[in-house]
């Protein structure tokens, strides 16, 4: 299978603009409660993290739920495909008792899964591993609190649970070093690096 050139990703903003057409595309495909919307986003956003990943971080993830095996795919096919096979296979790869599911099915209407098509056309265009730590923080950052500024339908400024625990699965902290969050409040991402170390994941 060819793959074609990527969009090289040298500014937030650019970064951006993907992030709010990927929402854009939910909100059109019936997924209209913003919190929601937001966790299907970042699914969509891992997914394709993990896939790019698996090779460089071992995770020893088949090829058969990798990004590559179903961006080709359309609609319903895609929808269910993802729901079906893709998410439950990872989750069965990432989830621990401690955390519950680190991905959870995707939300999106059927009559209206062509916008999921869309979507993945979009983060198929750009490497999410090659943009800069810096560049994929900030825009995040700003997107979620310039746009809830506007919409006001996020909720509470929050990191997804499945965020936290694959950044902490990225970083392995170790003991003995300082985990630095400055914005906590729920202090979920040193519980999950806590969790990390007790279970002696290292």
Excluded: C
Excluded at 27 to 42: D, L
Excluded at 62 to 91: A, F, M, Q, T
Excluded at 143 to 161: A, V
Excluded at 174 to 195: L, N, P, R, V
Aim: charge should be negative; hydrophobic fraction near 40%.
């Amino acid at each position: 299978m060819e793959t074609a050139s990527k969009t090289i990703i040298r500014s937030k903003a650019e970064l951006i603009d993907i992030f709010k057409y990927a929402n854009d595309r939910l909100r059109e495909a019936g997924v209209t409660v913003g919190m929601p919307r937001f966790v299907e986003f970042s699914n969509l956003l891992f997914l394709k993290l993990i896939s790019e990943k698996n090779e460089e971080n071992h995770y020893g993830l088949p090829s058969h739920v990798l990004w590559d095996s179903y961006r080709e795919k359309d609609g319903v096919e895609l929808l269910s495909y993802i729901n079906d096979i893709v998410i439950p296979r990872i989750n069965k790869k990432f989830t621990s008792i401690d955390s519950g599911d680190l991905f959870t099915v995707l939300s999106i209407q059927e009559d209206k899964a062509s916008k999921l098509k869309e979507i993945i056309n979009k983060l198929d265009s750009v490497d999410l591993s090659t943009i800069d730590t810096d560049i994929k923080g900030d825009a995040f950052e700003y997107f979620i609190e310039k746009y809830n500024s506007t919409n006001n339908d996020l909720g509470e400024y929050f990191t997804p649970r499945h965020l936290v625990k694959f950044l902490v699965d990225i970083l392995k902290p170790k003991f003995g070093e300082k985990i630095y969050d400055s914005k906590t409040i729920t202090m979920i991402q040193i519980q999950s690096a806590g969790k990390r170390l007790q279970l002696g994941v290292l």
